[in-house]
């Protein structure tokens, strides 16, 4: 069965957004090993930075990335040096971590909240109107699914050889994989992780920027978008970027591409069921891989396989 | 003055206290040993001069500047290098990555020079520059890890157990490093070393560590040589 070019377009926008995200809340967690449930947040306030950008100052949504970035990125790091790195100082674990995620979540929300409300935001936030069609060699393309797909391919690219490219850069993966020898060479680790907390929310705030063109976007989005994030980075490992950009990609198109799939003949399934998806993915690759794709053996898997044939 | 000197250092790590009243003192172009018993606390002792572990009281002078309470990173930045007994390199970034990171505080035209006296002085580790660490055998790592720790040509270099695990001809070869070390670039050497007989005949001075408490404080070719303290907590016959 051939899948209509405007359900893979659709697939494609939502699981380059979702990778993003995923990049990001796979690095926060990397750093200080904490499931923060405030990221999707971050997303949220990409969204009404482009709002704000675009209704009073005028600006075309497709200029506002890097004060989304910048925005979205400095409410991330004021977190991790107001909350979570006091937290992790004092050698909390992962339970305190996670705990106070949730409280920076519900501050965070509620703020947004506040902000939507004093703009006079009764209704939600669309900037599908900005969703003009681009012509390429005679293909009528969405201008979002161009501006998604060379944001990703920027920020993923940027962000790669910022990684292996750098000292800096050399340095973060250093301070992930063993912060203590990292400051025994010289590394200042918080320095390092704040830098990693800024990058992961600025990911997000770009990727949220993107979100009213396709949903109408509300202060709820990104909260109501985690699950589907946390899916996408454990799909991928939790442990890996480059894990966590697969995960994206597989979850964002099992998502679109599966309803799409459940609402036709025989099932005629509602497309209410469209979240519970990434839901049961999420479970399966608990269950299955709880490592995640790159975090299985593969080698193993593949013999367990062949003996179970056999 | 003393390149390094540990004064009256009581350490642990939270409410469990470790060291108890602990002093040496270590200057330049000396290898000075710390021996003892398993659990005596000669690993705490190196990682709480480096900044790895609660310091209860004492103090800690280098060159004569009072560092109790610096960072790691602020103590690495003034010249002191600690290569911990495990983990002591990045197993998923490459050889050459490792050694980059070990002159992190440099400049890139110093880092070009000692990267250069580094590999002349380790001319294994040039052979491994763009293995990952990942794939390197523990003498080959332990090499990587010398190497990056004698990069920054730091004052003092501090070992825990730099031999541990490795095969008897490549533990040797390792100390004979060491040696060269201290002779070559005149840096003042703090080891902590299970194999007591070898690490006393290599060193110029030794502290003794019984459950956290000084025993002895000397020349390491006296305590070889007193059999009792040898035979009793050195397992030396």
Known sequence: MMLPPEVFIDALIYSNLLSLLAIGLTLTYLTLKVPNFAYGDLATIGIYVAFTFNEFYSLHPYLIPPFAFITAGLVSLASYILVFRPLWKRKSNIVTLMIASIAVEIALRSMIHIYASALGLRRRVSLARFDEPVNIAGLELPSVLLATTLTTITLVCSLYLFLNKTKFGTAMRAAIENPYLASTLGINVEQVYAVSWFLAGGLAGVAGLFLPFRISATPETGWELLLKIFAASVLGGLNSIFGAILGGYITGFAEVVGIYLLSRPPLNLSTAYRPAIPFALFIIVLLVMPRGITGTDWRRLKKILRGGEG | ?237
């Open chain 2, 1 to 237: 003055m003393a390149l390094l000197e540990v004064r009256n250092l009581q350490a642990g790590y939270g409410k469990l206290q470790v060291l108890f009243d602990v002093s040496l003192s270590l200057n330049k172009g000396e290898i000075h040993c710390v021996v003892g018993p398993n659990g005596s606390g000669k690993s705490t002792l190196l990682k709480a001069i480096f900044g790895l572990a609660n310091i209860y009281e004492g103090k800690v002078l280098l060159n004569g500047r009072d560092i109790t309470r610096l960072k790691p990173h602020e103590k690495a930045r003034m010249g002191m290098a600690y290569l911990p007994q495990l983990d002591n390199v990045f197993s998923r970034l490459t050889v050459r990555e490792n050694l980059l990171l070990a002159g992190y505080t440099l400049d890139h035209t110093q880092y070009r020079e000692r990267l250069e006296e580094v590999l002349d002085f380790l001319p294994q580790v040039r052979a491994m520059m763009n293995r990952k660490v990942l794939t390197l055998s523990g003498g080959e790592r332990q090499m990587v890890a010398m190497a990056m720790a004698i990069l920054r040509k730091p004052d003092i270099i501090m070992l825990d157990e730099p031999t541990a695990a490795l095969a008897p001809k490549i533990a040797r070869n390792i100390l004979n490093k060491i040696v060269e070390l201290r002779d070559r670039f005149k840096i003042g050497v703090l080891l902590v070393e299970q194999n007591a007989k070898v690490a006393l005949e290599i060193s110029d001075n030794a502290v003794l560590l019984v459950a956290g408490k000084e025993v002895y404080k000397g020349p390491a070719s006296d305590l070889l040589s007193n059999k009792e303290l040898a035979k009793m907590y050195l397992g030396v016959r």
